[in-house]
T-cell receptor, first 115, second 116 residues
């Protein structure tokens, strides 16, 4: 257990469904990230939150909607997804705002399959 | 702009032999360098990091990496490979400045396959 918990671990959803991915950390980190990892592709950074404020959105389609209600929780709301959105979605956190530079701590990911 | 390159998609090595997974980087200022390992259907696990100090960094599971500033490299090494080391390895770099927008940049990953 890394200290970053993602639920669910696996999710199968239809293209018309609405679902949410959850990420939780109690490491005292103040930045959180969503990554998409597709087979045979580089890690894709989707969203960055720092102190609960979105600081980066890398041209992600609007069918993905992030939410960061507090520094410990991050959600990714999904609706009307496409089969090509099937991937492993990884959440990460880091301690950034103090200026100390450590690496990221990753969760185990949610394996999403869109049918 | 920051970037990191892992020139090999896959590295094959026999169990018991030494292994090297290559990484080169480009960053403004002194780099902060990281290696992560990913097992199938799992998240990335931290292996080791270089922030400052000795160029040879030791990490988890017997891995080490050597920071070479002149060659802008941070190759991952292990003296004797195990079959259980077979996984996907990611190198990552960030610059020395604070703030979440100064994010980690990941390489494309190198698949390490250790044959019995």
């Amino acid at each position: 257990e890394t200290g970053v918990t993602q639920t669910p671990r696996h999710l199968v959803m239809g293209m018309t469904n609405k679902k949410s991915l959850k990420c939780e950390q109690h490491l005292g980190h103040n930045a959180m990230y969503w990554y998409k990892q597709s087979a045979k592709k580089p890690l894709e950074l989707m969203f960055v939150y720092s102190l609960e404020e979105r600081v980066e959105n890398n041209s992600v389609p609007s069918r993905f909607s992030p939410e960061c209600p507090n520094s410990s929780h991050l959600f990714l709301h999904l609706h009307t997804l496409q089969p090509e959105d099937s991937a492993l979605y990884l959440c990460a956190s880091s301690q950034d705002s103090t200026g100390r530079n450590y690496g990221y701590t990753f969760g185990s990911g949610t394996r999403l399959t869109v049918v | 702009a920051q970037s990191v390159a892992q020139p090999e998609d896959q590295v094959n090595v026999a169990e018991g032999n030494p292994l090297t997974v290559k990484c080169t980087y480009s960053v403004s200022g002194n780099p902060y360098l990281f290696w992560y390992v990913q097992y199938p259907n799992r998240g990335l696990q931290f292996l080791l990091k270089y922030i400052t100090g000795d160029n040879l960094v030791k990490g988890s599971y017997g891995f080490e990496a050597e920071f070479n500033k002149s060659q802008t490299s941070f190759h991952l090494k292990k003296p004797s490979a195990l079959v259980s080391d077979s996984a996907l390895y990611f190198c990552a770099v960030r610059g020395p400045y604070g703030g979440a927008t100064n994010k980690l940049i990941f390489g494309t990953g190198t698949l390490l396959a250790v044959q019995p």
